[in-house]
């Protein structure tokens, strides 16, 4: 192989978020036709405890007209708001959606037909957070201001990409492990890669774990509810699919 041509086959590789097909790695002089291949997917994965959350609430009212639902709704929205901004946290940590109003039917079966029940309102609240130890605390809140649905948490890691790239080198290393192992058990050597790429278009493949919530009761029975919650880390991982060809065992090759 020339020297243009290793030159031009390292910058190829050098950028594996792209992939090289195996027939551009052909052109490029890396997949060398005729000889036996080895073929691995590298796996990586990184855990990392969140460090922030997002709580997602939602309230809804059904009234006979869809002012007097919207008022309900906006009522309860706003004293949620009021009781959170006594925790006197960032601005936007309070993020309320615009409100939705639609009728409401029931088939009447004496009639057959739709009739008019009312309306509902309904309305959204996502409250950002970097201090867990404030959930149970604003879940009283919402509770305490007519807030009907706990939507459920979405926790994230902020510096994300620093663990994509984490799990994406344990993907490569565990790749050269696989390749090596089935090289030597069959008494080969692993050679030249012949085409290099990320699974699943993407550095990394993320699983927020769901977090677990469990009332603890006191040994009193008048006592409060205490609230605990049980924070999974989140997984970030990586996959890469290589295919290196293979030389015959003793023998060097510049």
């Not at 027939?23 to 460090?51: N, T």
């Amino acid at each position: 192989m020339t020297n243009f041509k290793k030159i031009v086959l390292a910058l190829a590789l050098a950028v594996p978020m792209l992939g090289v097909t195996q027939a551009q790695a052909a052109a490029l002089g890396g997949c060398e036709v005729g000889k036996a291949k080895v073929e691995v997917v590298g796996e990586g994965e990184v855990k990392v405890m969140p460090d922030r959350v997002r709580l997602n609430y939602s309230v809804s009212a059904i009234k006979p007209t869809a002012d007097e639902a919207r008022r309900e709704v906006e009522k309860t929205v706003t004293a949620f708001s009021d009781a959170f901004k006594a925790l006197k946290l960032d601005d936007k940590a309070f993020v309320a959606d615009s409100i939705n109003i639609f009728p409401r039917y029931e088939y009447n079966e004496k009639l057959k037909k739709q009739e008019l029940q009312g309306y509902e309102a309904r309305r959204n609240v996502d409250i950002k957070l970097t201090d867990f130890a404030l959930i149970g605390k604003i879940n009283d809140m919402a509770i305490a201001a007519g807030i009907n649905q706990i939507a459920g948490y979405e926790y994230t890691v902020s510096d994300r990409k620093k663990y994509e790239l984490e799990a994406a080198k344990k993907a490569i290393e565990d790749a050269k492990v696989k390749a090596k192992l089935l090289a030597d058990g069959f008494g080969v050597k692993v050679g030249t890669p012949c085409t290099l790429s990320f699974q699943n278009n993407g550095i990394a493949v993320y699983r927020n774990a769901a977090p677990r919530m469990m009332a603890l009761a006191a040994a009193a029975p008048e006592s409060n509810v205490v609230s605990t919650y049980s924070i999974e880390p989140t997984v970030i991982s990586s996959s890469v699919h290589v295919v290196l060809n293979l030389e015959k065992a003793g023998k060097d090759k510049d």
